[in-house]
């Protein structure tokens, strides 16, 4: 962005330029007229609404970092993470079942699979024609999801059979592609997963129970079961035994989109506060009138814009990430550090909003409560707090001894 005398303007490097601005816009006007309505029912009664995907298809805001030949908008992911953004703030739970879609499964479908396998897959994902998710985290196997992996394929001439179990999978229960990590060979330990690409209807593949939670509760998750799954061969994504790879650089993308899904929250959490603090009266006079409401009011305000700065600057570093360039050095510190600031000061902010509402943050049906349940998956998913803190300072470690 340039002033009159062509010359950079240095606040624009910290903050988003016009078309930037446009995509958040444009995502936060749709989400708020397509699919804000319904987020109580989706929270109350863990409902998915069917029509919302192919919507979100029509209107170009799936496949955000997805060439235009699949079906794609061709964008980065500092573009997918506005999308993010805005959809968060009217409906998380949709938000979060948008961003298992479009980044775990279709980007590293994209990133990693074949040609054909691209052809086959990306354009209905793109549509919102099939619904998107990625298995990796097993029973017993949380933050040590490689490590302790037991889900297993073997090659039987023209299929792959995979055999083992997947939990808190996000779209588990409504997914029509799935991508699916799998032990190829046992002896080489984490070096011998590989990624395969399941459809609902393969033999040998059902969802063993939906999940009912705290938080995200519109956004279905469920566990799955794989009991002589046949898988056909080619859709292997990319080679036996190169699953880590793959694993590793989506874990990264993961963590920096993470970080715009709490980022929504926390503002619209900051958004209703604000609100509520003009328009609550005690004692003759609006709440917002009180020193010590508006002493939470700008501890939130400075949580969430320390929060959006962090965002936006991983979400760019992320962008030209390679296949493969995940898990190690600075993106790896960076990624962690984001999500992990970025959970936190949602968790800080929706502390303070429900005591700001007082009662009626409390009341399970209120939006703000809502708001509330969902900040602590944040904390947990993609990689606990704790293990975050494990890879940052790992990094930092690793760097004194070079």
């Known amino acids: 962005m340039s002033d009159a005398t062509g010359q950079t303007d240095p606040a624009a490097r910290f903050g988003l330029d016009a078309e930037q601005q446009m995509i958040l816009d444009n995502a936060d006007r749709f989400a708020r007229n397509e699919f804000y309505h319904l987020s109580e029912r989706m929270d109350a009664e863990e409902w998915w609404p069917e029509d919302v995907f192919p919507k979100i298809g029509d209107n170009g805001l799936f496949g955000i970092t997805i060439p235009e030949t699949y079906g794609g908008a061709g964008l980065d992911l500092v573009a997918a993470g ?62 040590d999801a490689l490590g302790a992996m037991r889900t297993t394929a073997r090659r039987d001439g023209g299929h792959y059979v995979l055999n083992g179990s997947k939990i808190y999978i996000t779209n588990g229960p409504v997914a029509d592609v799935l991508l699916i990590y799998a032990k190829t060979s046992r002896d080489k330990g984490t070096h011998g997963i590989s990624a395969f690409i399941v459809e609902k209807g393969m033999p040998g593949f059902t969802v063993a129970q939906k999940l009912n939670k705290m938080g995200y509760r519109g956004s279905q998750t469920g566990e799955l079961l794989f009991e002589d799954c046949r898988v056909p061969a080619e859709n292997l994504v990319g080679g036996e035994d190169r699953g880590v790879a793959v694993v590793m650089s989506g874990l990264d993308l993961e963590r920096a989109m993470i970080a715009p899904l709490c980022l929504g929250v926390a503002e619209r959490a900051l958004e209703l506060s604000v ?123 690793k760097g004194m001894d070079r």
């Open 82 to 143: 506005l999308v993010l953004q805005g959809f968060a703030r009217w409906n998380h739970a949709m938000a979060l079942a948008w961003v298992a879609h479009d980044n775990l499964c279709a980007n590293n479908i994209y990133r990693n699979g074949s040609e054909d396998q691209r052809r086959r897959y990306l354009p209905d994902l793109c549509a919102g024609r099939k619904i998107g998710a990625l298995g990796l985290t097993e029973p017993g196997a949380g933050s």
């Open 275 to 397: 609100d509520y603090a003009k328009t609550r009266r005690q004692f003759g006079k609006p709440i917002g009138s009180f020193q010590m409401v508006q002493s939470m009011l700008a501890d939130m305000y400075v949580q969430v814009e320390t929060a959006r700065s962090l965002t936006y600057r991983v979400l760019a570093a992320a962008a030209p990430l390679e296949v493969g360039g995940g898990g190690r050095g600075d993106i790896h510190m960076l990624t962690a550090a984001s999500v992990m600031y970025a959970a936190e000061a949602a968790h800080k902010v929706l502390d303070l909003a429900v005591q700001i509402h007082g009662g009626t943050g409390y009341i399970w049906e209120s939006e703000i409560n809502r708001l509330f349940r969902s900040t602590k998956l944040m904390e947990i998913g993609a990689g606990t707090t704790e293990v975050r803190k494990m890879i940052i300072a790992g990094e930092l470690l």
